[in-house]
Nanobody, 125 residues
C-alpha cells in the first residue's frame, strides 16, 4: 500500500503557473501508475493527467492538453504536475492517485486504488 501526500497548491493569479508535487512512501513507487485529478466545488472529480509506471507514457484528456504536464521521478518517489497559463476555472482541489498493474491509460476515478488528501489550487485576481 502506498501513501501519497500532495503539496505545492496555493493562490495564483490568472496566467500564472504552479507545480504540484506528490510524494509517495510505503511501497515500491515504480510499481504504480499515477494520475492527477481535480475536483471543483459542486463538480465531479475529473482526470487532469495520467502517467505510466516508467514515466514513458502519459495521457491527457482533450480539455487538459496543452497547459498541464505530468511527470514522475522514480528515484525520488515523487509525481509532479506542472500547470501553466492558469485560469479561474482551474480552481479546485487537486489529488494524486495510484494504482498497480493494468492496461494504461487509466482515466476513471474508480480505476485508482490509492489517493492523497488533496491540495487546494485557487486561481483568482
Amino acid at each position: 500500500q502506498v501513501l501519497l501526500v500532495e503539496s505545492g497548491g496555493g493562490f495564483v493569479q490568472p496566467g500564472g503557473s504552479l507545480r504540484l508535487s506528490c510524494a509517495a512512501s510505503g511501497a515500491t513507487f515504480r510499481s504504480y501508475a499515477l494520475g492527477w485529478f481535480r475536483q471543483a466545488p459542486g463538480k465531479e472529480r475529473e482526470l487532469v493527467a495520467a502517467i505510466d509506471w516508467s514515466g514513458g507514457n502519459t495521457y491527457y484528456p482533450d480539455a487538459m492538453r496543452g497547459r498541464f504536464s505530468i511527470s514522475r521521478d522514480n528515484l525520488k518517489d515523487t509525481l509532479y504536475l506542472q500547470m501553466n497559463i492558469l485560469k479561474p476555472e482551474d480552481t479546485a482541489v487537486y489529488y494524486c492517485a495510484a494504482r498497480g498493474r493494468g492496461t494504461f491509460p487509466f482515466v476513471r476515478v474508480d480505476e485508482y486504488y490509492f489517493w492523497g488528501q488533496g491540495t487546494q489550487v485557487t486561481v483568482s485576481l
